[in-house]
Structure formats: structure tokens, C-alpha cells
């Protein structure tokens, strides 16, 4: 962590007053209250707090798949919302939601060819993702024949096949023992460093946070970052 202001060519996202309210009047709930911070290229950064505190709302914003309700996110490096996925930005949910009629390999391609990517080039960007995982021998296996590790690893891969900048993790873990759940860390670590890519993984496993180099908490909807600082990187 560090509180001096990078350059913005090395800003992947950044918050200014970022909040999320869903409903209106009496009813509205507050799940993110104006966040701001900013990450930035090469980071490793662990998004930590306990179960409904707003860790999974401000990742989804940082990714661009939600918009605040006030306060601003921009991707300084990587273009407007629009341009995010697939490409420079790779969201790993908590459960690997892997489509069963298609096997591993076409499960990894699938966002390339949504975005308009040709067959060959999502099947070679496929194949080069599950490679990097060490997953090759799943290519042609179907998600029902995968363990629970596995097909979160085949996860990771469907988000790096698009080459992103930015890798960001909602619990990854969180539905994998411990041991299965290292493996998935070290292919998200590894994989980030081939790349080159910053990595943020929300987490309320202490164990997944230590290995993290900076650290983000929430508490009730509210990002505290160390005071002074409101960059994290490498």
C-alpha cells in the first residue's frame, strides 16, 4: 500500500465516493457506502470482512458489471465500462457456473465467441488458458465430471482467457475446502503474475487474505483502507 497518487496510465480502476443502494424510501438498503480507492498495475490485494458487508457489491462495481447509485468508477487504463470483458478486466465468481451442455474446453471459449472473437481464436485462447492452469487433460471433459476444485480452476481460466489486466475474485474459495482451495489460489496468483495483471480476491478466509500483499477491509457496507492511502500496488 502506498499513499503516494500514481500516474493514471497505471490506474486499472478507481473509486471516488462510490456507493450502492438497492430500493427506494424506508425499504432502501445501503450495501456500499461511498467507497473510494484505487488499484493499480501489478497489485495483490485481499478484499477482506465477514458475510454481507459489502464485499461482493463493491467488487461487482470495480468490475463495471454494476453501476454505483452516487460517487464515480472509472478504469483510467482500461477504457469506458463498455470495453471491459472480455479482455481487460476477468471476474471469478464463487461457484464456478460452468454451462453443462458444453464441455471444458467450449466452456472456456464461450465469452470470447460472445464478444465476436473468431471459433479458431477463442479455441486457441482457450486452450492457452487451460494450459497455463495445467488443465489441458479436462478439455474435452463436461462439468459434471469435474470435482469442485476443478471446475473453480476451469473458471479461472474462462476469466484469463481473454488476457486481462485485471483479475477480480468474489470468494473464490468459499465453497472449496481448504486444500482445494489452495490449488485455486495458486492458479489466481500464478496466472496473475504470467499475465502480468493485477489480482483482487474477496475473501473472509484469513488464511486466503495472508497471502496477499495489501489489504482491504469492509465493515457494514464501508471500505476502510489504512489511513492515508488509497492506492494499492505491487
Known sequence: ????????????????????????????????????????????????????????????LLAGLDEPTAGTITWPALGTRRQLRPGPVAVVFQGPSLLPPLDVAENVALPLLLAGRPEDEAAAAAHQALTRLDLEGLAAKLPEELSGGQAQRVAVARALAGQPRLILADEPTGQLDHRNGAVVVDALLEAAGTLGAALVVATHDPLVADRFDGRWSMADGRLLVPEGSLSCSA
Not at 30 to 44: D, K, P, Y
Open 1 to 60: 500500500m502506498t499513499a503516494a497518487s500514481p500516474p493514471d496510465g497505471d490506474v486499472l480502476v478507481r473509486a471516488v465516493g462510490a456507493a450502492r443502494t438497492f430500493g427506494r424510501g424506508p425499504a432502501a438498503v445501503v450495501a456500499v457506502h461511498g467507497a473510494s480507492g484505487q488499484i493499480t498495475a501489478g497489485a495483490r490485494l485481499a478484499l477482506t470482512g465477514p458475510s454481507g458487508s459489502g464485499k461482493s457489491t463493491l467488487l461487482h
